[in-house]
C-alpha cells in the first residue's frame, strides 16, 4: 500500500438481525469501511443479510473469527452475549463495534475494558446520539456554565412496545438475556446521554415495576438522582405508556434552561445565546416507538471515530470505560441506590 493509499477497514457483523441493517448502512456510507461479510448462530439469517448486503456468509462466529483479513466485528447479538462475543473477538486481534449495553453487569463490563487492555485493541460501545451536534453543543454549554448553578434535571422515557415485541423475540423481556427491561435495553440511550453532558448523578431512590406486559424485567421505572453540586432530578423509562412519546431530557439551572427532545434541541434559553451556531442537526426519525426505524448516520459517524482512532487521528468518544457508566447507573437504581 502506498503512502497516499488509505487503509479500507473490512467488518464482520455477528448477529444478523434487526440493528446489523443499521451497521450494514453505515458501513456502506463510509469511504474506509467494507462489508467483509457476516455470522449468525442462524445460518440462514447470515445467508440471507449477505444476499441483502454483500459480503460472505461464514458458517459460524469462530469461522468469522479466523479470516485474518477481518479489521473489525460489529457484535449485534442479543444483550447477553455482548461481552463474550467482544472479548473473543479481541482475543482473535479484532477491534469491536459492540452494541449497547456492552455487558449485563458492571462486572462483565469489567472484562471487557480488561480485555481492550490485554489484546490492545480499541472498541467503542454503540451510543449513536452522543455524535448528535445539538448533544455535542449542549455538552459545551453546560461545560461554560452558560445555564448557571445547575438546579434540576429531569430524563423521561415514556415509551410503548406492543405485546409482539416481546413475544416475537426469544431474548426480549427475559431477565438473563436482556439484564434488565425499560432502563437496561430501552433506556440506556437516555442515560447515557444525560450522564455525558451532565457528569455522573448519584442514586438516592429507586421504584421499580413491570405494570403491564408479562415480561421477567421492568416496563415502569422512576429514579430519584442527584449531581455534584446539588442539582436534583429524576429518571423514568417505561415501555408501557400508551402510545409512546418522545424522549425528553430538561435541564433547568438558575439563568437558563434546555429542553431536548430525542436528539434535538426543542427549547433553549440561555443568556449568552449560541444557539445559531450549532450545526444542523440530524433528527432520529420516530424511533422512540419503532427501533427498526434507527437511522444510520449516527452509527455511521460513531464507527467512523473508530477508524480515526485506530489510525491515531482522534480519541475514542465512546470507549468501554464510557460504556460501562451507564450500566453503573442502571444497577444503582436496580439496587434502589447508590453503593
Ligand atoms: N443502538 C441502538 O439504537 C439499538 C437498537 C436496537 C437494538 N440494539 C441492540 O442490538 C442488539 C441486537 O438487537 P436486535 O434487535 O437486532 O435483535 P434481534 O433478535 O433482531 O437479532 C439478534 C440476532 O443475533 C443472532 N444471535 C443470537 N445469539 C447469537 C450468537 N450467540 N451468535 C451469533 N448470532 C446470534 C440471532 O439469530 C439474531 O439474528 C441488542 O443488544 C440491542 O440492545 C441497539
Redesign the pocket.
Known amino acids: 500500500m502506498s503512502q497516499m493509499e488509505k487503509k479500507v477497514y473490512r467488518f464482520g457483523i455477528?448477529?444478523?438481525?434487526?440493528?446489523?441493517n443499521?451497521h450494514a448502512e453505515a458501513i456502506e456510507s463510509l469511504q474506509d469501511a467494507v462489508l467483509a461479510g457476516a455470522?449468525?448462530?442462524?445460518r440462514e439469517?447470515a445467508e440471507r443479510f449477505c444476499k441483502k448486503f454483500g459480503g460472505h456468509a461464514y458458517e459460524?462466529?469462530l469461522d468469522m473469527l479466523a479470516d485474518d483479513t477481518i479489521d473489525v466485528i460489529c457484535v449485534?447479538?442479543?444483550?447477553h452475549?455482548?461481552a463474550?462475543?467482544a472479548i473473543r473477538a479481541m482475543e482473535h486481534g479484532k477491534h469491536v463495534v459492540l452494541?449497547?449495553?456492552m455487558a449485563l453487569t458492571t462486572a462483565e463490563a469489567d472484562k471487557v475494558i480488561e480485555a481492550c487492555r490485554m489484546h490492545d485493541r480499541k472498541l467503542t460501545v454503540?451510543?449513536?446520539l452522543r455524535f448528535s451536534p445539538d448533544i455535542q453543543h449542549v455538552r459545551q454549554l453546560v461545560k461554560k456554565q452558560a445555564f448557571g448553578k445547575l438546579v434540576f434535571c429531569n430524563l423521561t422515557m415514556h415509551y410503548w412496545r406492543s405485546e409482539e415485541y416481546f413475544a416475537g423475540?426469544?431474548?426480549?423481556g427475559r431477565k438473563a438475556f436482556?439484564g434488565g427491561g425499560a432502563l437496561m435495553?430501552q433506556g440506556?440511550?437516555g442515560i447515557d446521554l444525560m450522564q455525558y453532558i451532565l457528569g455522573e448523578p448519584k442514586v438516592v431512590g429507586a421504584r421499580i415495576h413491570t405494570l403491564h406486559h408479562e415480561i421477567e424485567v421492568e416496563d415502569a421505572a422512576t429514579a430519584l438522582i442527584e449531581f455534584e453540586g446539588g442539582a436534583t432530578g429524576m429518571i423514568q423509562g417505561s415501555t408501557c405508556t400508551w402510545p409512546g412519546f418522545e424522549r425528553r431530557l430538561e435541564i433547568h439551572g438558575d439563568k437558563g434552561y434546555v429542553i431536548l427532545k430525542e436528539n434535538a434541541i426543542e427549547r433553549m434559553d440561555v443568556p449568552d445565546d449560541e444557539i445559531d451556531r450549532r450545526e444542523e442537526t440530524v433528527h432520529a426519525v420516530g424511533?422512540y416507538n419503532r427501533?427498526d426505524m434507527?437511522d444510520c448516520h449516527m452509527?455511521a459517524r460513531q464507527i467512523q471515530n473508530l477508524i480515526d482512532a485506530i489510525e491515531g487521528r482522534d480519541s475514542l468518544l465512546v470507549d468501554a470505560g464510557e460504556g460501562r457508566k451507564a450500566i453503573r447507573i442502571i444497577e444503582d437504581i436496580y439496587a434502589g441506590e447508590s453503593k
Open positions: 455477528l448477529g444478523c438481525g434487526m440493528i446489523s443499521v455470522a449468525d448462530y442462524n439469517a459460524n462466529e449485534c447479538t442479543p444483550s452475549c455482548h463474550d462475543n452494541e449497547k449495553p454503540i451510543s449513536q423475540s426469544r431474548w426480549r436482556e435495553n440506556i440511550h424511533s427501533p434507527i452509527h
